[in-house]
């Protein structure tokens, strides 16, 4: 299982970015991914989620907005996030548990600042 995760980058509070994350080595439509973000000095957290079959749950520091979404043919998930706020700085993880063991991506930066 290969998770490649992509999409971060520095922006000013208030701005956007899509996080993207491409799958590979499993049957990507039949199982749930999350993105995790890890603070500096954090702990890694749980951010989002969406189900095989597309339902979504969001931490309440997110929700309203940042989206997350699938696309089963191009094996790929997204993370849309608008209205950054510094506190959103963190590395973010793209994540599935399959097989009964968890597999990351490799993480990308997101940092907000002026």
């Known amino acids: 299982v290969q998770l490649q995760a992509s999409g971060g980058g520095l922006v000013q509070p208030g701005e956007s970015l899509r996080l993207s994350c491409e799958a590979s080595?499993?049957?990507?439509?039949?199982?749930?991914m999350n993105w995790y973000r890890q603070a500096p000095g954090g702990q890694r957290d749980l951010v989002a989620t969406?189900?095989?079959?597309?339902?979504?749950n969001y931490v309440d520091s997110v929700k309203g907005r940042f989206t997350i979404s699938r696309d089963n043919v191009r094996r790929m998930l997204y993370l849309h996030m608008n209205s950054l706020k510094p506190e959103d700085t963190a590395v973010y993880y793209c994540?599935?548990?399959?097989?009964?063991?968890?597999?990351w991506g490799q993480g990308t930066q997101v940092t907000v600042s002026s």
């Open positions: 994540n599935t548990v399959t097989r009964g063991s968890n597999f």
């Open positions: 080595g499993i049957n990507f439509s039949i199982h749930a």
């Open positions: 969406i189900t095989s079959g597309g339902s979504t």
